[in-house]
């Protein structure tokens, strides 16, 4: 079975910094989809990013970026220029087809000011 | 980008009724809907799978008679959890799966605050 792991239970950056976090997966399969979601203190799930493992290229949305690493099956992502809005939990997410999303335990980003 | 809705956010109710929640995804057809259950400060626990006009799939442990799950459409699901107890208290998230791009991101619902007295 897929497993998904975040080994930061907890992270806190001062605003503008640059963080990365964690997240690293075991699946015997080659073809799988890799997610990045955000949950602020609404509770509302919210897509950061995605990876399609077939792509070489990382996946970049705005201050958001991967370092996917398939061999080493590891799932980064980079926060650049971090913002107080994104405090939240984030949770790494690996989908196989049409199989259900496995979450991570999660990582508590907390942005000061 | 796609919506999902849930009704209503939040619910508070007497022990040993039946409380049902719906799942609605605003702007694309869905053949596939999650129902997740989230206690605090953890991560999403995958309840069912729910495909539009068959049965839910559940996951081991669930109760499937307790948490009854119909997915009567392209665009709705609902989560009827009978007899609730208080320790059905908990927060409940559904999803649904994009059908038009095949499937490949999920969007999540805002979620529903349960209760039971």
């Known amino acids: 079975a897929q497993t998904v792991t975040q080994s930061q239970p907890e992270m806190s950056v001062q605003e503008a910094e640059t963080v990365t976090l964690s997240c690293t997966y075991d699946t015997s399969e080659n073809n799988y989809y890799l997610f990045w979601y955000k949950q602020p203190p609404s509770r509302q799930m919210i897509l950061v990013i995605r990876q399609e493992a077939y792509k070489q290229q990382n996946a970049t949305e705005n201050r958001f970026s991967v370092n996917f690493q398939k061999a080493a099956k590891s799932f980064s992502l980079k926060i650049s220029d971090s913002q107080l809005g994104d405090t939240a939990m984030y949770f790494c997410?690996?989908?196989?087809?049409?199989?259900?999303?496995?979450f991570g335990q999660g990582t508590r980003l907390t942005i000061n000011p | 980008g796609a919506v999902v809705s849930q009704h209503p956010s939040r619910v508070i109710c007497k022990s040993g009724t039946s409380v049902k929640i719906e799942c609605r995804s605003l702007d694309f057809q869905a053949t596939t809907m999650f129902w997740y259950r989230q206690f605090p400060k953890q991560s999403l626990m995958l309840m069912a799978t729910s495909n539009e006009g068959s049965k839910a799939t559940y996951e081991q442990g669930v109760e499937k008679d307790k948490f009854l799950i119909n997915h009567a459409s392209l665009t709705l699901s609902t989560l009827t959890v009978t007899s609730a107890h208080p320790e059905d208290s908990s927060f409940y998230i559904c999803s649904a799966r994009d059908r038009v791009f095949g499937g490949e991101t999920q969007y999540f619902g805002p979620g529903t605050r349960l209760l039971v007295l």
């Open positions: 997410a690996f989908r196989q087809g049409a199989q259900k999303l496995v």
